[in-house]
DNA sequence: GTGCTTGCAAATTCTTTGCAACTTT
DNA sequence: AAAGTTGCAAAGAATTTGCAAGCAC
């Protein structure tokens, strides 16, 4: 059962892909869908076994496939996931936050703005108890600035 | 050259393994100075190539336990890579930010309290420019707290 | 018809596991 | 001496690439 909300999204993705010079096949229609309805989020592997459910003989590089120029479209973002993120940086006590250059890495904690306090009731709002939270900004460090300048 | 403060990283490091029943080998004290040194996050490999400068016979698999123990005591943060990540979840346009349940993966986004404004005075304080920021909240969703009271 | 897209197979890269030898406590 | 740790080799996953056939525009 479809909700009117993903199918206005089914309809915008479309557009956004053909408006880039994509083609609208039915594997991405597939895959398209499954993102839009989708509540939680998925790894390509569990794309993949939804998208068989309906199209049995779809193909896993299909998934991947997709899902890339679905984030050039910024139609997806990738969600924080501890257990595949490999990339690693000394932990900070408490109340502190990363800033990240994103293109020599280069990296400093920054004081958590008592914004800590807002996320609990944020997360009750929606019913949920909060456990944890990620939060990062990038951009770029004095250095690289420089660099991008004299370039 | 080693600063004061990565010294007494280390050494605050070192004492946390012990106390863990973890023992502190030449290895992995290795590993420690290259994670306590550094300015920006590292994946495994570019600690095995650093680690390797200083200790050839040093083994990969090693920098994966280490890591492995140093987060479990909470020593080292997982950074979000979006080149890592391939969890993906479709994306809102502006101003929002994802709570996601830690059981069941349910995910809702919520408004972005204008934090965004004060991000940009955050980096430049450091002299950095930031171009994009992430920030997800994680908890338990209203069902999976039931659950768990089931159980 | 043209050019993007698909699915297969194969190659690559990354991460985990099993195990005997070795260190730390 | 006991127990945790190491590095090697091998296994296992996940992701990417090359290519001929197929499909959208």
Redesign the pocket.
């Known amino acids: 059962m479809r909700n009117h909300k993903s199918k206005k999204i089914m309809q915008e993705w479309e557009d956004r892909?053909?408006d880039h010079?994509?083609?609208?096949?039915?594997?991405?229609r597939v895959i398209l869908d499954i993102l839009a309805e989708s509540c939680r989020p998925l790894?390509?592997?569990e794309v993949y076994d939804r998208a068989r459910e309906k199209?049995p003989?779809?193909?896993?590089?299909?998934i991947?496939?997709?899902i890339?120029?679905m984030e050039e479209l910024h139609l997806i973002d990738r969600v924080h996931d501890h257990s595949?993120c490999?990339t690693v940086f000394r932990a900070t006590h408490g109340h502190q936050h990363l800033l990240i250059c994103s293109d020599c890495g280069l990296s400093a904690y920054f004081d958590g703005l008592e914004m800590e306090d807002q996320f609990e009731g944020i997360g009750q709002s929606y019913g949920f108890q909060v456990t944890g939270h990620w939060l990062q900004l990038n951009g770029v460090c004095p250095d690289c600035q420089k660099q991008s300048r004299n370039a």
């Open positions: 892909l053909s010079g994509y083609r609208v096949t039915s594997p991405r790894t390509p592997l199209s003989k779809i193909g896993l590089v299909t991947y496939r997709t890339e120029k595949q490999q």
